[in-house]
């Protein structure tokens, strides 16, 4: 059937973009600041998940090319790693201005791409913009320790970048994973290369574009495109010293452990299964619209989306009102006025939410709201699920596995200390969060659940860039997390320098053979 109407401008307007199509025409990789079409002879589509149009193919970026960008990022590293500080800061300052100018034009590749609402995407550019913002305050954020230890004796420690590195990132948000590391890594004065997610590799295209705009000399951000081939090569290349990957286990956990015993820095963030806790004594509205949102909002393909709620004792009694909140709900393409969910990413992965759904009748659960077989008129090829409410014990498929769609599963609890203890025996640790009007209770919640972003009155508790993200268990690997302080971190290494510079009529003629102290 083609692009809808409000889509098909859209990909005009996309298409405009040096990097990137929207039109069926070819993705570019861009190296030593060119946008490059690439020789490949393997190319993987892109379909637009409303309508399954060809948007773009992205190429298996051939060798000899990837040779080329970690070149490029291996010599632009001389100089901008010494490049000042300030220099570094002011190309943050230009590329939060034109990250702001040009929000909705990313939001426009991210609806085509990733199917995400138009409102949602603003807020997918939004959160990367964030990291950017943080990334100005370098000059604070970079500065060293210094200490006079003994008499003419000082030291000082300073942060230093690593070299190459490489980010390595997901579908579900195109733009601000890829500014988590486009920003941090090169602030710090590293260079990088991104592999985007080859299902929607749009948005990392249009901020390449402004990242050469704001000032980032050709090479310290470079882009090439594909799926494992291309990331085994960003594992092995030795010119490569540290990875960002975000997304699922079993890439997080390959990557993770074919490139640290490389002796590569690796931070990894993972899968997840979110869970909620609503007491009685929680505010009705305040919980119901929260839980709905996070459920349901960006079609449940979010890392920090809401995938399970416990229901305390008579706080039961809201679900029926939870179940009429999320039939209101617009199901549609994400360009449509008024839609709160698109579609999921692909046939395969509403194929996967379909069939945990019905493994939940198999199983013995009850299926509360059922989005299978949800149909949009004007929309009859898109991947729609709609929001569905499943009933569960945590023996069950649906409950034990990452669906990543629009399905939230209640399990049951008889009170707080049951409840924590369902989220603690669960593998994963992103989030978890807690519904109530009690302080006694919120505390108690934060200390005793074991995830590493908790939630008090607040269903999806990302933590913003001042602060890090702070997932733990199975939904991280490494040990130093993204952004904040700890992405400074992550991107440098400490140097320690002592010295010593005494009056020249001080110094005896004796050497010293014990250890000083
Ligand atoms: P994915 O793991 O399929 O893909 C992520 C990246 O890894 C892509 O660039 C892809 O090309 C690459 N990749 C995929 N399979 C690979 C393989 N076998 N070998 C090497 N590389 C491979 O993830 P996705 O479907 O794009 O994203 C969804 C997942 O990401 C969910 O599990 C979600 O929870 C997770 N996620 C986690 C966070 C977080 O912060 N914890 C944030 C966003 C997404």
């Not at 997918?124 to 970079?142: F, K, M, Y």
């Not at 090569?233 to 975000?246: W, Y």
């Amino acid at each position: 059937g083609g692009l809808s109407p409000l889509a098909a401008k859209a990909a005009q307007e996309v298409s405009k973009w040096r990097g990137t199509s929207a039109l069926g025409e070819s993705t570019k990789n861009y190296i030593g600041g060119e946008f490059r079409e690439s020789k490949a002879d393997k190319w993987l589509e892109v379909r637009d998940p409303s309508t399954q149009t060809v948007l773009t193919h992205v190429p298996e970026t051939t060798a000899a090319e990837f040779d080329q960008a970690v070149d490029a990022a291996q010599q632009a590293f001389q100089t901008w790693s010494k490049t000042s500080v300030m220099r570094r800061q002011r190309v943050m300052f230009e590329l939060q201005h034109l990250i702001r100018q040009n929000a909705p034009e990313i939001a426009n590749s991210i609806v085509l791409e990733q199917g995400k609402t138009f409102a949602d995407a603003l807020g997918d550019v939004g959160r990367g913009l964030q990291v950017v913002e943080s990334a100005t305050a370098i000059t604070n954020t970079l500065l060293g320790d210094k200490l006079e230890v003994s008499a003419d004796m000082d030291t000082f420690s300073r942060r230093l970048p690593l070299g190459v590195t490489a980010a390595i990132t997901p579908f579900n948000f195109p733009a601000m994973i890829v500014l988590w590391s486009a920003a941090l890594a090169t602030v710090t004065g590293n260079t990088l290369i991104v592999k985007p997610s080859e299902r929607d590799p749009g948005a990392t295209m249009i901020i390449a574009e402004l990242c050469e705009k704001a000032g980032l000399p050709a090479g310290v951000i470079n882009v090439v495109h594909g799926s494992a081939p291309t990331v085994n090569r960003i594992c092995d290349d030795p010119a490569i010293k540290a990875i960002s990957f975000v997304g699922g286990d079993k890439a997080g956990e390959h990557i993770y452990n074919r490139a640290t015993p490389l002796g590569k820095r690796v931070q990894a963030n993972l899968g997840a299964k979110n869970h909620c806790v609503i007491m009685p004594d929680a505010n009705k509205n305040l919980t119901l619209n929260a839980v709905a949102g996070a459920a349901f909002g960006a079609a449940g393909q979010r890392c920090m989306a809401l995938s399970v709620a416990i229901f305390v004792g008579p706080a039961r009694q809201w679900i029926p009102e939870l179940i009429e909140r999320a039939k209101g709900l617009k199901v549609s393409g994400g360009f449509e006025e008024g839609t709160d969910l698109g579609p999921v990413i692909s046939p395969e992965a509403k194929a996967r939410v379909e069939h945990y759904i019905a493994s939940v009748d198999k199983e013995g659960g009850k299926i509360l709201l059922d989005g299978r077989n949800h149909t949009v008129p004007e929309y009859p090829n898109g991947n729609f699920v709609g929001p569905t409410i499943v009933e569960c014990t945590t023996d069950m498929s649906a409950y034990k596995n990452e669906i990543f769609g629009p399905v939230l599963t209640i399990v049951e609890a008889e009170n707080l200390d049951d409840a924590i203890a369902i989220i603690n025996e669960n593998k994963y640790g992103n989030g978890a969060s807690v519904f109530t009007n009690s302080g006694s209770t919120a505390r108690k919640f934060e200390l005793e659940a074991e995830p590493g972003q908790i939630g008090v009155n607040v269903a999806v508790p990302v933590p913003l860039p001042m602060f890090n993200w702070s997932g733990n268990k199975g939904s991280f690997k490494g040990d130093i997390p993204f952004y904040g302080k700890s992405g400074i971190d992550f991107y440098t290494y400490r140097k320690t320098t002592t010295s010593l510079w005494p009056a020249a009529d001080a110094v005896g003629n004796r050497a010293t053979v014990t250890m000083p102290q």
